[in-house]
């Protein structure tokens, strides 16, 4: 037995009554008018879906207090739930703790039958109400509750209006709807099914069937994309129905409390007069913008105004909100925050700051680090271009900001597949179901020809700030040819088949033909604004992986503190360099000493030009980490080998013997890291010099050079003292030729669970510690960084992994070993500099381990996303 809570009785948790249902309460004790109903919690659903003694149908007490709740509902209604005379028309939707559009599944007008339409008809003297509202419920019921899918009635449907010659659904007359009622019972069955006349049985069914969807494949798979747990389960709102299909003073709409893409401050939604609620989501009939409400129904559109204002005001934040109009009375149905974009999301933001609703510090956690991702996303550089204007082919609703470039794939399975091998899709449906969810996980943007601003798509894809073009009309696709055709504007046509190139701006709604070239974004604005407020509260710095002058240069104005990375043997992938590193490796001594001395001229310029954009700011160069043999020809490019061959005056079969007898069984373990620089010390002597050559050359030049130099992959502090003692001396040298010195730091990484556990000794020696986390979560999973791809999705999938450890630290393993290294290096060394520089240093979720747990001084991630470490570190101390 489970608790149920009445509408406006108290405000129950979120997590009891779900999102929808916390609201409702809300509403309802606001004054605003609400229809009354009440909420079956998430408790209810989690015994349904996992206590076999509920045997998959609700138990008697739980029953027994739907039907008391339901007397109130009643009372409240003056109307009596499956009475012809007087009847009750009741709505069933889901509603977890967390917003899942689309996902979970809704029934509306149940308490329809065979005696209650002709009762309804009668009673408010509107038979074609009662019919439409009849066949709505025969298809909702038989698709949400019976599974039979719901082409079968959208088919009878449409031949319904092709045999009346008619457009929109509302065109059909009463009678011709009482024939669709049989035809869609005819539907029921074909299927083998009974549609049950007792109305206490539609509603039973109907709220196990929701139950039921919060385990169906649907809802799983956006929660595992969306990564939601730890949810009871979905919660389920029966309440009094509405109707905005009682003619031409009732109407329904969805509307957003300020705009969602970029967040101006003005209504933003739609409405349909004559309809119910899913004619406005469906893309079925093509809504009004809610602005002409105003016209349409001024009083209305003032209360609506009003309540908008109301539930910002209460709720603090941005609302979506679902109304109808019931014979020119306003009704409000549901309201929750309303998702957004990023632009938006920072706009919003800091205009709430700005009108006194929130405080500065709820301004940054209103905005997620995802927010920031869709920002920094690419865009079309100039869409004023000649070029960009011609490849304009059409125009849609521009749903969903940020431009989006692939190939044309118009199934689920065509993305996903595309996404496996790496070809970037752009997904184009006629309009998209909750069943397309993985492909629009997987697509680069999505095209619909159907649907608004509110639709399926753009609700999705504004969620995960995936560009969208919705309802464009143009497009006419063609899935069983593989064929889209686009109607241009002066009437002409051009065809596309899947595989093709396009392109989407969904800013401006624009769709172009073939692959434009996209551009990154710019933090100007109302952005600047907000970010100087994430760097007033965040106590940690967010330095940067950089490698190159262009690198440091991004990173610089992308906001880094510095260069927590700089790997150094990437400056050794460029043709002519490469060439070198291998003269050094496999050459004479002769050869060797030379391409030492043409590699320190590239590293010191490489230096100089880093030290130039970081002026002032530290810059942690680490010595060379990788295995050499990333550094050899393969053996399978005989014309690569060749090449190397001829250069370096050997034949291809002694290069070959040379590169074999280099070969290593597990590289990854092998001679890399400081291992390198011990067994060969002319290498980081050769960088060491550049370094600091670079750092003086930089200081003469009137830069601020902060160079502190980091050994990789130190497990005993043996090897740090060797290395550290080489650069010493180099340094040494150095100065005293040029008789001038400057500061510079030995750090090391720890990345290596032997050095975690020894940081006491090591932090004797060493002036900082960079933790590794990549080679660190690789040695401490014992998970190979290249070869985790063959099991983690098992891994995922079976639970034995919660997210991918190279993504998200593992707070409890990994996580140990670095608040260890932290407490031991601090207890010798106090005012040790502690940062890391693995890839989670650009995690939203590590960022927050990093900062509140680990207390390390720095994170350091790639210059793209140094935005979002800096308000993830930020939200750490909010
Ligand atoms: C690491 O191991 O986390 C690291 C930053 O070094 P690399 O990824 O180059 O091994
Ligand atoms: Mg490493």
New binding site residues.
Partial sequence: YCPIAPFGKGNEAKHVLGGKGANLAEMSELGLSVPPGFTITTECCNKFCNDATWDNSLPKPLWDSIIKSLDAVQDDMSSVFGSPENPLLLSVRSGAAISMPGMMDTVLNLGMNDKVVEGLAKKTDNPRFAWDSYRRFLEMFGNVVLEIPRSHFEDELDDMKYEKGVNEDSDLSAEDLQELVTRFKAVYETMDMQFPQDVLEQLSLSIGAVFKGWMGPRAIKYREVENIRNLLGTAVNVQAMVFGNMGDTSGTGVSFSREPNIGTRELFGEFLINAQGEDVVSGVRTPRPISELEDEMPEVYKEFVENNRILEAKFRDMQDIEFTIQEGKLYMLQTRNGKRGGEAAVKIAVDLVSEGLISKNEAIKKVLPEHLDQLLHPRFPDVEQKEYRDAVITRGLPASPGAAVGRIAMSNEKVVENKKNGIPSIMVRDETSPDDVEGMFSAEGILTARGGMTSHAAVVARGWGKPCVCGCTALSVDEEKGEITLTMDDGSQKTFKEGDFISLNGQSGEVLEGSQTVAPPTITGTLKNFMEWVDDVREIDVLANADTPADAKEARKNGANGIG?C?SEHMFFKPERISKVRQLILGSNEQAEEALKDLLKFQREDYEGIFKEMDGLPVTIRLL?PPLHEFLPSLKEENILADCAEQLGFTVDELKEKVEAMEEVNPMLGLRGCRLGITRPSIIKMQTRAILEAALNAIDAGIDAKPDIMVPLVGKVEEFRNQRDVIKSVADTVFAEQGKSCDYKIGTMI?IPRAALTAHEIAEEAEFFSF????LTQMTFGYSRDDVGSFLPDYLNKGILQDDPFVTIDTEGVGQLIKMTVERGRNVRPDLKIGV??EHGGDPRSVRFFANEAGLSYVSCSPFRVPIARLAAAQASV
Avoid: I, V
């Avoid at 590794?772 to 080679?775: A, E, K, L, R, T």
């Fill in positions: 990375l790997r980490d990345e590794g986390s990549n080679d520089c693995g």
